[in-house]
């Protein structure tokens, strides 16, 4: 078997509070044990199907999942904003008048991809994908802002197959991606198809407003295969539960076309079931119906979840059954990755110490990124959990 669609590893600098140069690796060296949580190809390449992010609070751990979710939304809807509209893009506080890099590794289809760009929120300064042929990398396309002409240099091989290449002139804001995709070309297409599902933008963790409850009814009532994955796990994790009955409704008497979807929790009572409205539920059982609503479509059809805060609201021994989703080949068959920040330390007991990434803000408040496999003195019979408690990784919060 190959990859169908994996994050190799990304490198990003002068973004949020990382200011220098920081790569994120998921890729797994042969010293490795071979496990379920790691993905293994016919080639011998092996990648992670998770990474967990530690840190105290305002280390940087959020931000350090920002630059996977602002590369997919770059390369694949930015043509979508007004032509002379800023690119949404925060520098570090320090560096606001430089530009931000990013650089993306990842498998599609069997093949190795490399994406760059570098940009400010004015306009895209440099920008280039590159394929991996044999062992080493060859251009698809290249793009470089020439201050002189004001305008592009661009060269793209044939079979990427931009005819309208002069719009990107136009489109300073957008990535070449996001344009060709407007003009059908394959490439841009197959690659503004890898999924990712996420609870944060690039501006931080999505607040859930008053409607949030009624979406995930109609996105249950809308997949009904994904409903009853939920409802299968949730009668396994959750003490009582039977199941999700929904009722049609029509909230505005005098707009009867309006409808919209009531979810209720249904439990077993001494007496037999009764009906919870989803409003009256734990916050527990809605912390995991809003989680699957994310993590259930990328398991079926492969991709990332990127999860900000993966433990909010849930018991810490809901994180085991969680990971065990993206462990197991049955519910998992497509490879599809986990990328969280967590508190609870317990995770570490569920993963190797290649699959843990530590931040830390330093004085100067910049992030700093590390996997803890690169720690000297980290050996693979460590207690993890009891060594980080104890401070002996950094990246715990100090109360003084």
């Known amino acids: 078997g190959y990859f169908e669609r994996m994050l190799r590893k990304y490198r990003f600098k002068n973004f949020f509070s990382f200011l220098e140069e920081t790569e994120v690796s998921l890729t797994v060296s042969s010293h490795v044990p071979d496990a379920y949580s790691i993905a293994k190809d016919d080639r011998g390449q092996r990648v992670s199907k998770v990474l967990a992010v530690l840190g105290a609070n305002a280390s940087g751990k959020t931000n350090v999942l ?26 570090h506080a320090e560096a606001m008048d430089q ?21 400010t929120t004015k306009r895209v300064l440099e920008e280039s994908l590159h394929r991996k042929t044999s062992s080493q990398f060859s251009y698809v396309f290249v793009r470089k802002w020439s201050q002189a002409s004001k305008g592009y240099e661009f060269k793209q091989k044939k079979d990427f197959g931009l005819k309208a290449a002069e719009v990107i002139d136009a489109r300073q804001n957008a990535s070449v991606l996001s344009i060709a995709a407007q003009y059908g070309v394959d490439i841009a297409t197959k690659l503004g198809h890898f999924e990712i599902a996420s609870n944060i933008d690039f501006a931080g ?3 859930n407003d008053s409607n949030y409850i009624g979406r995930l009814g109609a996105y249950y009532h809308k997949n009904p295969d994904h409903r009853k994955h939920m409802e299968a796990l949730l009668r396994r994790w959750d003490l009582g539960f039977h199941g999700v009955e929904f009722e049609e409704v029509i909230p505005n008497p005098e707009k009867p076309e309006e409808k919209a979807i009531m979810m209720y929790g249904v439990h077993k009572g001494r ?3 009764f009906r919870l409205g989803f409003r009256q539920e734990s916050s527990g059982t809605v912390a995991l119906f809003s989680l699957l609503a994310k993590l259930l479509p990328v398991l079926r059809k492969g991709g990332m979840a990127i999860i900000d805060e993966l433990e909010s609201d849930l018991h810490p021994l809901m994180l085991e059954p969680v990971l065990d989703l993206f462990f197991n ?5 497509h490879n599809a990755q ?3 920040t967590c508190h609870a330390a317990e995770v570490l007991k569920h993963l190797h110490k290649c699959q843990v990434l530590l931040v830390e803000k330093n004085a100067h408040c910049e992030s700093e990124a590390w996997r803890l496999d690169s720690v000297k003195g980290v050996r ?5 959990y009891a060594k ?10 100090e109360f003084h």
């Open 329 to 333: 080949e049955r519910t998992n068959p």
């Open 388 to 397: 980080y408690l104890a401070g002996a990784y950094s990246a715990v919060p």
């Open 99 to 119: 530009p931000s890099e990013f650089e993306t590794e990842f498998c599609l289809d069997d093949e190795v991809w490399r994406y760059r760009v570098v940009l």
């Open 66 to 91: 920002k630059p996977v979710v602002f590369v997919h939304w770059f390369v694949s809807h930015s043509f979508q904003l007004q032509p002379d509209a800023p690119i949404p893009l925060q520098p």
């Open 271 to 273: 007496t037999g079931p």
């Open 205 to 207: 963790r999505m607040v």
């Open 338 to 340: 986990l990328l969280f």
């Open 380 to 384: 693979v019979d460590d207690n993890l």
